[in-house]
């Protein structure tokens, strides 16, 4: 360990030689002295730099933290109440109360692309509404306790179990 005096009141506490603690009384961080560059920043009262290879890929700030790059995650979780925002004009939301969810998209629709969709319930133990494509078929059915009743055919629709009520028609 070696205490190191630096340019512009910069002093530092050098371990090895390559890694330096370096304060100049308003800032403080961490340097790789070899490579000439800031590995963690901060400033009094302010901002805290994490660098990678010299460029800075998460800073704190006033509203929180600003990432640069990607982030991988085991997974994200936000308690009640919070929004998921997403969209340079937060176009596209996702939020829980506790009670409800919800998905907002602002500025259109929202647009699902798979080979199949089901509407489950909870333990997808029922289909509410499957949507599909059965041997060749684009389909979509309707289900009254995990029982299809109504389904779209190539000629019109199917309706099962026997029974069709149908109100006056204006």
């Known amino acids: 360990v070696q205490l190191q005096n630096g340019k512009n009141g910069w002093q530092g506490v050098s371990f090895g030689g390559s890694t330096v ?4 009384g308003t800032e403080i961080g961490l340097y790789n002295d070899t ?3 800031w590995i963690v920043k901060g400033i009094t009262g302010g901002k805290v730099e994490l660098r990678h290879d010299g460029s800075t890929k998460l800073e704190t700030d006033s509203g929180g933290v600003s990432v640069t790059g990607n982030v991988n995650a085991d997974g994200i979780r936000l308690d009640d109440n919070h929004t998921v925002r997403m969209g340079t ?3 596209l939301e996702i939020y829980h109360d506790g009670s409800n969810n919800l998905i907002k998209a602002s ?3 929202i647009q699902h692309r798979a080979s199949a969709h ?3 319930n909870a333990d997808s133990s029922n289909n509410f509404i499957r949507c599909e494509n059965s041997s060749g078929n684009d389909l979509v059915s309707l289900h009254f306790n995990g029982s299809k009743k109504f389904e779209t055919t190539a000629n019109g629709v199917e309706v099962s179990a026997g029974r069709l009520d149908v109100g006056s028609v204006s």
């Not at 603690?21 to 100049?24: A, I, L, R």
């Open 118 to 120: 089901y509407l489950n």
């Open 107 to 109: 500025n259109g629709y």
């Open 21 to 24: 603690v370096m304060s100049n």
């Open 89 to 91: 004009g937060g176009d």
């Open 35 to 37: 490579d000439n560059e």
